[in-house]
T-cell receptor
Framework: NAGVTQTPKFQVLKTGQSMTLQCAQD?????MYWYRQDPGMGLRLIYY???????DKGEVPNGYNVSRLNKREFSLRLESAAPSQTSVYFC???????????FGDGTRLSIL | GESVGLHLPTLSVQEGDNSIINCAYS??????FIWYKQESGKGPQFIID?????DKRQGQRVTVLLNKTVKHLSLQIAATQPGDSAVYFC??????????FGSGTKLNVKP
């Protein structure tokens, strides 16, 4: 079982470049999430999608956009990368109704 | 306990001892809580959960306690093993199935 798959695992960008982080889950979950994790910190919610066709902002949405392409896939886009967006990005999915989230192994993104 | 910033609180225990990791949550209306374990270079991994209508829940070697009066969660790990070394996060569920994470506690198990 693959669970939640994120690509790429590592990426280095220059300030101002754009990039899309990909996430796919094979557990037929309705809800999907994007988080960022900065050194020594917990995870902060960027965007989430409660179900296919819906997206909503989390705690730190500025500078990001998302697309819920279908039930399996949820992508995160940085239109114009900034050094403050250097972080580890995690995608997660969950069934609805208060179930644990399942996480991918993260994308480590550095912006120079 | 929780802290904000670059330095995670660290709990060091001897192999075989019991560990207790604490977490304060913010929203008295949160109805569901989860403990996660995160190993280096990996995503968080589910350990145990508890709903707000319960005070205690037990799993294999782990117990979660919920005190709603003071908005406090704890994770107890029995007979801690070197493989338990990791960062542990609590998360609370808010509106619309959104989850909010604490900043984590690093558990260091000494052999």
């Amino acid at each position: 079982n693959a669970g939640v798959t994120q690509t790429p695992k590592f990426q280095v960008l220059k300030t101002g470049q754009s990039m899309t982080l990909q996430c796919a889950q094979d557990m037929n979950h309705n809800s999907m999430y994007w988080y960022r994790q900065d050194p020594g910190m917990g995870l902060r919610l960027i965007y989430y999608s409660a179900s296919e066709g819906t997206t909503d902002k989390g705690e730190v949405p500025n500078g990001y956009n998302v697309s819920r392409l279908n039930k399996r896939e949820f992508s995160l886009r940085l239109e114009s990368a900034a050094p403050s967006q250097t972080s580890v990005y995690f995608c997660a999915s969950s069934a609805t109704g208060g179930r644990p989230q399942h996480f991918g192994d993260g994308t480590r993104l550095s912006i120079l | 306990g929780e802290s904000v910033g670059l330095h995670l609180p660290t709990l060091s225990v001897q192999e075989g001892d019991n560990s207790i990791i604490n977490c304060a949550y913010s929203n008295s209306a949160s109805d569901y809580f989860i403990w996660y374990k995160q190993e280096s270079g990996k995503g968080p991994q589910f350990i145990i959960d508890i709903r707000s209508n319960m005070d205690k829940r037990q799993g294999q070697r782990v117990t979660v306690l919920l005190n709603k009066t003071v908005k406090h969660l704890s994770l107890q790990i029995a007979a801690t093993q070197p493989g338990d070394s990791a960062v542990y996060f609590c998360a609370e569920r808010g509106d619309f199935n959104k989850f909010y994470f604490g900043s984590g506690t690093k558990l260091n198990v000494k052999p």
